[in-house]
Each structure stands twice: as C-alpha cells, then as structure tokens.
C-alpha cells in the first residue's frame, strides 16, 4: 500500500445496535480500519473527516461538536464555504485541544497569485481561531484574476508551480504542517510535480462515490504514494438515496449488521482513502464515524459494481465559470510531460520523500 496504516479502528459485536440492525442467523466477525495514514511529513492523518461543506450558517457549528464529541479529530474546510468562524468557535467551544484536531482549509481560485496566497491564508487562520492549519489545499487547479468576475489567470492555470512555491514558504513560517491538491487530475498532477519541489502534494481531495469511483486516477495516486481523499462519498444529495439503495450496498450492510451508509463509508477507507462525509444531523455525524473492514468478498462485489458503470461526475464547475475547457479534460490547459520524463514525476521513485509502505 502507498502509506502507512496507523492504528485501526475495531468495532467490537457489543456494537452491534449502535451499527445498525444485525441480520439474523450467522455473521461475520467485524475487523478493523486504519484510524490515520502517515503523510510524507510524518504526521498521521484521520481517515474519516467531518466535511462542512453546504453546512450553513447556525448549524455547522453544532455539527462539530457533536462529531468532536463522538470521537472524530479530522475537520474538513475552506474558505470558500463561507462558515470558518463558527467552525472555529464550535472547536474552542468542544473543550477538544487545538493539538488534537486535524484542520484542513483550501486556497480559493481568485487567490493563487503568489501575492495573495499569504494573506487569503491568514484570513482562514483568523476566522478559525489558530495559527496553523494541518493541512491547506488549492481548492481547484483554476486561477481567477483577483477581483475580477471569474476571468481566468491563464498562466497560473497552467502553471501552478509559483502557486505551490508560496504554498511550500507558508510551510517553512509554520503557518501549514502539509499541503495538497484538491479536483486535480492526472494530467494536471503530473505537471505540477514536474517541477522541482521541496514538499510533494500531501493529498488530492476530489469527487469518489459509487457513482463517480475514478479507479484510474486510484491507481496513479497508489503507484506516485499520494493519498486520495473522498468528498460527496455518498454521492450528490441527489443520489444519496440512490447510493444506499445498491444492491451491494444492502447486502453488506444486511450481513454485517450495519448501516447502508456505514458500508460505503467502510469501502472508501478499504480503497485507501481518506472519507469526508457530511452531515449536520446528529444521529448521521455520529453514524457516519463507526466503520469496519469488509469481507474481501464483499469489498469485491462493491467494487466492481461501482466500476462496472459510466461514471457519473456531479461536481463540474467548467460551464458555469465559463471556462473555454473542461477543467476535468485531459489537456484543460495544461502542458503534460511526455510519461518517460525525468524527474520529480516519473513514477514513485521520483517523488519527493512519499509516504512509508507497507
């Protein structure tokens, strides 16, 4: 695997009604999950993270308590999403020392000027109450001009690389433990890690559920030791429904005794991902933590069941940014190093220090 599970989570049979309703007759032993990945820095990531992404105004706040109180330590935010101060005052508020939380938050596209990246951070450090986050990511591999309408920086879009230079100076000050890519596909990975880096890209953080699995980028992100993490892992709210009622899906959570979202959740962290689900009703928080190896089996039922369709990509801003490309194409902009470069990219071996195997 291309990092270093640590510690599991095991759900013990005396958690049988917390899970959901256990089938009758015989049943399988529940086993374990990694609880963190090591990152390339050595710090230990959580592998389920409450997402509060569409969580509005005077109920994000309760969320985070009530998902800090039920044992998550991963919080998974941005600027963009316009509710980091209540987060933050919802962290000191838990009684949860600040050491004890992962914080993640995401550069937004009209900040990627070198310029502005600091001061667009230290908003975010501000509003959340701390003077580090454990992780920031470029939200997306698009660059707004700043204070324009969505007019697109045409050269920091295909270029990131000054980007990333300040994102790895805000590293060095203290401000940023790791940073990553957030909706960035192989292409556009490869070419930012063309360059000479000093840290590599921590993670990439994009759209993986039943209906949209990316087994290809899966694959690359495995091979380069570069850790995914899974938002919508439900699916949209639209297809969440949908996603609960596979029939894989209900045949896992019937013969392990557990919930129909527990299953998915549960596959996302088998694959080797870290999950971002989010929900700012209690009961859904505190369900959506507790998950469980699948029989191999049934893992590879799921699997395949996801993979055996079109995928289906909900999240595509392109249109209405009125990009001239699809930000998720192949080229989108982007000059892509011939696969037998030298250098930084060309494989796992060329990457910058990836996380430890096992």
């Not at 990531?45 to 039920?70: F, M, R």
């Not at 939380?101 to 596209?109: F, I, P, Y």
């Not at 000054?162 to 203290?174: I, R, S, Y």
């Not at 801003?317 to 990219?345: A, Q």
């Amino acid at each position: 695997m291309y990092v270093s599970y640590i510690g599991v989570r095991t759900v013990a049979r005396s958690a049988k009604l917390r899970l959901g309703t256990p089938c009758h007759g015989a049943r399988r032993n529940l086993s374990s999950l990694p609880t963190h990945y090591a990152l390339p820095s050595g710090d230990k990531i959580p592998s389920v993270a409450l997402g509060v992404w569409q969580a509005d105004k005077g109920e994000v706040g309760e969320a985070v308590k009530t998902a800090l109180k039920a044992g998550y330590r991963h919080i998974d935010g941005a600027w963009a999403y316009r509710n980091e101060e209540e987060v933050g005052q919802a962290l000191r508020e838990s009684g949860v020392p600040r050491d004890q939380v992962w914080l993640t938050s995401k550069l937004w596209n009209t900040f990627h000027a070198p310029e502005d990246v600091e001061p667009a951070l230290d908003e975010s450090l501000q509003k959340l109450g701390t003077d580090y986050l454990d992780l920031y990511l470029i939200h997306w591999p698009i660059a707004f001009k700043k204070g324009s309408n969505n007019v697109l920086d045409e050269e920091l879009t295909a270029n990131p690389y000054p980007t990333w230079q300040k994102l790895e100076e805000m590293v060095e000050k203290g401000k940023v433990r790791n940073i990553g890519v957030s909706n960035f596909n192989i292409p556009r990975l490869r070419n930012l890690t063309a360059n000479p880096l000093k840290y590599k890209p921590a993670v990439n953080q994009v759209e993986l559920n039943f209906w949209n699995p990316q087994p290809e980028l899966l694959k690359w992100a495995k091979d380069n030791n570069l850790l995914l993490e899974a938002y919508s892992p439900l699916g949209s709210n639209k297809q969440v429904k949908e996603t609960l009622q596979v029939p894989e899906v209900q045949a896992i959570a019937k013969e392990l005794g557990i919930t129909p979202a527990q299953a998915v959740i549960s596959w996302h962290v088998q694959r080797g991902t870290i999950v971002l689900p989010k929900s700012v009703t209690p009961s859904r928080v505190v369900e959506n933590f507790h998950v469980v190896k699948l029989p191999e089996d049934l893992f590879n039922k799921l699997e395949k069941a996801a993979t055996s369709h079109p995928p289906q990509r909900v999240v595509n801003p392109s249109k209405n940014w009125g990009l001239p490309f699809d930000v998720f194409d192949d080229d989108g902009g982007v000059v892509v190093p011939e696969e037998d470069d030298t250098g930084e990219r060309a494989g796992a071996h060329g990457w910058r220090s990836g996380a430890p195997s096992v």
